[in-house]
């Protein structure tokens, strides 16, 4: 496949995550990867907190947006 397939194949795949803080603060991540790097954190924990297997991850709760 081509660069620009794979490019393709992974914006459609990558999924919007937001991290909520205190339940006021927001902050929006065009992946779990990109939230990932930014906490600093493994992408695994953010998808299980965001799935609702656990509460937190990093301080933060999560949901797919």
Same mark, same amino acid.
């Given at each position: 496949k +081509?660069? @620009?397939a794979? %490019? %393709?194949i992974g914006d459609a795949q990558r999924k919007r995550i937001a991290a /909520?803080?205190?339940? &006021? @603060? @927001?902050? /929006?991540? *065009?992946?779990? #990867?990109?939230? &990932? *790097? &930014?906490v600093g954190c493994a992408r695994s #924990? /953010? +998808?299980n907190a965001a799935a609702g297997r656990q509460k937190t991850a990093s301080g933060y709760k999560w949901k797919f947006v």
């Amino acid at each position: 496949k +081509s660069a @620009e397939a794979r %490019r %393709r194949i992974g914006d459609a795949q990558r999924k919007r995550i937001a991290a /909520i803080k205190d339940d &006021a @603060e @927001e902050r /929006i991540f *065009n992946s779990v #990867t990109e939230a &990932a *790097n &930014a906490v600093g954190c493994a992408r695994s #924990t /953010i +998808s299980n907190a965001a799935a609702g297997r656990q509460k937190t991850a990093s301080g933060y709760k999560w949901k797919f947006v």
